[in-house]
């Protein structure tokens, strides 16, 4: 609901509170007190003055009083149906006290008057409408009642007074009416231009430049900080493609904005060609549009530092992975001889060692191997993390693969005490894929499951296929993995456990079983229970269809134990 009450404007900052005068405290209550006792004091008057025709001037009297009462008892209210319900209370008491003096020749007809001066002190004057409209039927019906001859003749003591009566109370409340709505009226240009001032200095204090501009680039207005390089006598001058190096981007961009609404251009401004301005662009109306420019400068060299930081970074990831792949490559050449070497003096090819050094020789080779795989790792992570690394894809049947790397770990599970088995189909499973990187999968899973398995323990392999999708699961029943260790694994270099299970390996197993998986098109996915075991599963999609023989792929589940 709208407020139309007239307020006092506020004092000035160090200035006292003003009083408020009658006109802002209600005048329609004043204005009806006066009213009433103006109609009493004549009343009493007159029945001193004329006693014998004091019954019908008393009653027209009290009909004019009973609004005024109305109106004090109601007081000030804001509610619409209020106010037009008393401007109705002074139309009905108004018009009866005129039937009752003669109608519209009586003395008491400026009194029909009184709806339009209560309308305009009601509400500070926004009723005046519904008083005029109100006045005019009780004018109307006070005429129609004294043609049907239904009004008394007007009094012939006392008519005077009466008369006087009824011009000084109708006449002050249209002039206080009239005083008021120009006070309004005031108060609110008063308003609209303290909040056009406020809007201007807030606009004026923004840090950035909005400027009001023709579809054509011709500047409207200008508010706020110009960026450096923009002269804001130049921009009003001559328009927004003025002050920018190339006009042909903001030309562009105007275009931009009339058609589809918005745009936003970046352009060197004329008076700084070092600096860079952004200028957003939106069509407010069909020939108004509004352009924010904002000094982008330290953006640009943030975004320019950015790039070149990961550039540097991509560079520096680039060479680490180049000097891995070096340095692996140059390892494995005399790590091969000391294999061989100690390899021959495990097998004591030129004669019998003593006790002592043959014992060197075989933890020398063992040693050796343990390295080798390393090195092979990180090889292997090298090539990828550089996409150099190709696969070499063939079709063959699975189970061989899966098969020959649990022949490989049977050692390692016997050295652990833990039991190593494989779930194969009885029917060969044929896929499209490379043999090696499916194989080092296998090696790579079972010997992080044998890390984690406690003796007594088991470890399983299953293997199946559906739907063109080749599946290996490796489960065991180990410690399992705590939470913020298995949101971790599968990144290069991270490792779970404890310092000791840790120090066996480089945190690349995982990984590298992760990137062979993508690099097949297919996914990786770890579920673990601390205490309960640990599931890993790898999905490729790599499984060819049935043989022309009509035998289905990988069918008959048999249980398969590797033996050494």
Known sequence: MLDNRIDEPAAAPGEPPRSP???????????????????????????????SEIVPTALALAAGIAPALVSLALGRNEHPSLQILQIVFWAIGAGTACLLT????????AWCLAPVAAGALLAGGSRVAEGAALAMVAAALAALGGLAGLTPAPPAGGGLWLGLLALTTSGFGLGAGLLLEQR?????????????????????????????????????????????GIDTDQLVKSGLTAVALNHAVIIEALRGAITQGRSEVGFAPAGAPERWVV???RRVEDSLLLATLRDA????????????????????????????????????????AIMGFSDIMKSKLFGPLPERYEEYGSLIHESGSHLLDLINDVLDMSKIEAERYQLSREAFDAREAVAAALRLMRVQADGAGVQL??????????IDADRRALKQIVLNLVSNALKFTPKGGSVTVTVHGYD??????????????AQDDLERLGRPYEQAGDSGQRSLGTGLGLSLVRAFAELHGGEMIIESTVGEGTSVTVRLPVLLPPSASGEPNGDNVVAFTPQR
């Open 279 to 281: 200028a957003s662009l």
């Open 184 to 228: 309004r009226g005031r108060v609110q240009d008063g308003r609209r231009d303290g909040e056009l001032g406020r809007l201007r200095m807030l606009l004026s204090e923004q840090p950035h430049l909005i400027v009001s501009l023709f579809p054509h680039g011709k500047v409207r207005a200008v508010f706020g900080r110009a960026p450096e």
């Open 468 to 481: 063109g999708v080749f599946e290996l699961v490796v489960a065991d029943t180990g410690v399992g993995i």
């Open 21 to 51: 005068g009658w006109l802002a405290a209600g005048p329609a209550a004043p204005w009806s007190a006066g009213w009433a006792l103006a109609a009493v004091l004549t009343g009493i008057g007159l029945a001193l003055a004329y006693p």
């Open 102 to 109: 003669g109608g519209l020749t009586g003395p008491l007809a």
């Open 297 to 336: 400068t330290l953006e640009q060299a943030r975004e320019a530092t950015l790039d070149q930081a990961r550039i540097d970074a991509e560079s520096l990831a680039a060479g680490k992975s180049r000097f891995l792949a070096n340095m692996s490559h140059e390892l494995r050449t005399p790590l091969n």
């Open 421 to 430: 088995r494989g779930v194969l189909p009885a029917r060969p499973l044929d």
